[in-house]
């Protein structure tokens, strides 16, 4: 048995957190085995790791460092619980991803795509079978993060101009990447956007 594996993807305050949410319920209550879950954490020891990364001083650990710390999360997560729930046949619908990573690790500290890319293929090695790729106008989307005020602010500070360089690169990695992409525009009620979503997954619905 293999399930389904799907992630969602988009710049902070693109909505994406709920509509995975959504999902999980609409797929949960038509009947299926779901497990939803995110990243950086999912896994005990993913979460630890993702207080290590998200909190506390930006400057605490350099860009290389941080991409191992990331890497590392995400090994334990798949290992620990996406492959098991994947193996027993569940849809696995995870709130960010690789391509998380391919975006902040590989842009917003100089360009360490490369290295991205050579880790992801040594230690993860896999990719989800579709992503959702929450497009959303920056602008919009960082009104939408600072009026959460968590604890977690690392990212969201970074400001308009990376929000817009990420907005471009996932719209990139779509096109490069059309098997698996689906772009979602999240800029419609989330009604509407939760329609979309329903509407491109390989999976039957009324
Ligand atoms: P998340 O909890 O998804 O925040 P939000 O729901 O507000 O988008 O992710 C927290 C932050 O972690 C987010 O700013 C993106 C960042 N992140 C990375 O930098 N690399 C990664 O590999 C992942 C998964 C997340």
Known sequence: MTGLFISFEGIDGSGKSTQARVLAEALRSEGHDVVLTREPGGSDGAEEIRALVLQGDPDRWSAETELLLFTAARRDHLERVIDPALARGAIVICDRFADSTRMYQGLSRGDLRDKVD????LMIGREPD???????????????????????????????ALQEKMRAGFLELARAHPERFRVINGAQTPEAVAHDIRTVLPLPHE
């Open 118 to 121: 050579t880790l992801h293929a």
């Open 130 to 160: 579709v992503t959702i790729l929450v497009d959303m106008d920056p602008e919009e989307g960082l009104k939408r993060a600072k009026s959460r005020a968590t604890v977690e602010e690392r990212f969201e500070d970074f400001g308009l």
